[in-house]
């Protein structure tokens, strides 16, 4: 999608990069605040005082996620459906591991989360080889990975490669110092970048949840799911609030804002 249509001051459809057009009386945009505003409003409405008060929030943290696979039962590793949050320092103001391509030291990593989804999973079979997933996440600066962001994926460099490969030995080291029975299960393991997110999601600088969580962002009146613009709705995390809780909401709140009283009686039979 290239650009929501306005006619007459309403949203009225999108428009393809192809130049072909779509018409609905209701656009929802969950793709966040800031990349709805900057991307996707004809550039003549993006000098409106409500969209420059969104465009001038800050993006939430990027991040680095280790995607994990193992094989044996780590239950006995001690980890369970509980997500884990290891930390390396009492400052709560620190947040962001000062990575670069020059300096990768895993114990200058403020925090590192954990979770085990297919312990999550009430349906997952884990089969005779008793197959897990896991996921280790921790932030990083946005801008050191800026840079690769125009580069092909799968295809940013050798440098890319080995920076990649470096952060994903140092988090596996800070992991396995934390659950060290884990090691031994190791089967398989991967590391996506801010860039990453950046490709497949699109998302302002890398952010992992929107805009960043600040009394700015919060008293921010435009962020709800009804815009200044009769037929343009938010969802999403930018709607209502961060996390996965509030994406859910937000999408909740964009459905009842588009049909209010279908989605109420929906409400009302299956929810209350």
Same mark, same amino acid.
């Given at each position: 999608?290239?650009?929501?249509?306005?006619?007459?001051?309403?949203?009225? +459809?999108? &428009?393809?990069?192809? +130049?072909?057009?779509?018409?609905? &009386?209701?656009?929802?945009?969950?793709?966040?605040?800031?990349?709805?505003?900057?991307?996707?409003?004809?550039?003549?409405?993006?000098?409106?005082?409500?969209?420059?008060?969104?465009?001038?929030?800050?993006?939430?943290?990027?991040?680095?996620?280790?995607? /994990?696979?193992?094989?044996?039962?780590?239950?006995?590793? $001690?980890?369970?459906?509980?997500? /884990?949050?290891?930390?390396?320092?009492?400052?709560?103001?620190?947040?962001?591991?000062?990575?670069?391509?020059?300096?990768?030291? $895993?114990?200058?990593?403020?925090?590192?989360?954990?979770?085990?989804?297919?312990?999550?999973?009430?349906?997952?079979?884990? +089969?005779?080889?008793?197959?897990?997933?896991?996921?280790?996440?921790?932030?990083?600066?946005?801008?050191?990975?800026?840079?690769?962001?125009? &580069?092909?994926?799968?295809?940013?460099?050798?440098?890319?490669?080995?920076?990649?490969?470096?952060?994903?030995?140092?988090?596996?080291?800070?992991?396995?110092?934390?659950?060290?029975?884990?090691?031994?299960?190791?089967?398989?393991?991967?590391?996506?970048?801010?860039?990453?997110?950046?490709?497949?999601?699109?998302?302002?600088?890398?952010?992992?949840? +929107?805009?960043?969580?600040?009394?700015?962002?919060?008293?921010?009146?435009?962020?709800?799911?009804?815009?200044?613009?009769?037929?343009? /709705?938010?969802?999403?995390?930018?709607?209502?609030?961060?996390?996965?809780?509030?994406?859910?909401?937000?999408?909740?709140?964009?459905?009842?804002?588009?049909?209010?009283?279908?989605?109420?009686?929906? /409400?009302?039979?299956?929810?209350?």
């Amino acid at each position: 999608m290239r650009e929501v249509v306005i006619a007459h001051g309403r949203a009225v +459809g999108v &428009k393809l990069a192809d +130049g072909e057009e779509i018409r609905a &009386k209701t656009i929802i945009s969950a793709i966040g605040a800031h990349a709805t505003v900057s991307k996707l409003l004809p550039e003549s409405m993006r000098s409106a005082k409500w969209a420059q008060e969104i465009m001038q929030l800050r993006p939430g943290p990027a991040h680095v996620c280790l995607y /994990l696979g193992f094989k044996g039962d780590i239950r006995e590793a $001690g980890v369970g459906p509980n997500n /884990l949050w290891f930390y390396n320092t009492w400052d709560s103001e620190e947040n962001a591991w000062q990575v670069s391509p020059d300096a990768i030291n $895993g114990d200058k990593m403020p925090v590192l989360y954990v979770s085990f989804p297919s312990l999550k999973d009430k349906a997952h079979q884990p +089969g005779p080889d008793q197959k897990h997933t896991g996921e280790a996440v921790t932030f990083v600066p946005w801008e050191t990975f800026s840079k690769w962001r125009d &580069k092909k994926w799968m295809r940013r460099g050798d440098d890319y490669d080995s920076f990649k490969n470096r952060m994903q030995e140092a988090m596996l080291e800070q992991l396995f110092l934390r659950l060290p029975k884990l090691e031994s299960m190791l089967d398989y393991a991967e590391l996506s970048t801010p860039v990453s997110t950046d490709y497949f999601m699109r998302s302002f600088s890398g952010s992992i949840y +929107g805009l960043e969580s600040t009394p700015e962002r919060f008293n921010c009146r435009w962020l709800r799911a009804r815009t200044p613009i009769p037929g343009l /709705l938010f969802a999403g995390v930018d709607a209502i609030g961060t996390g996965i809780a509030g994406g859910a909401i937000g999408g909740a709140f964009a459905s009842i804002a588009a049909e209010p009283f279908p989605v109420a009686r929906w /409400l009302y039979s299956n929810v209350f």
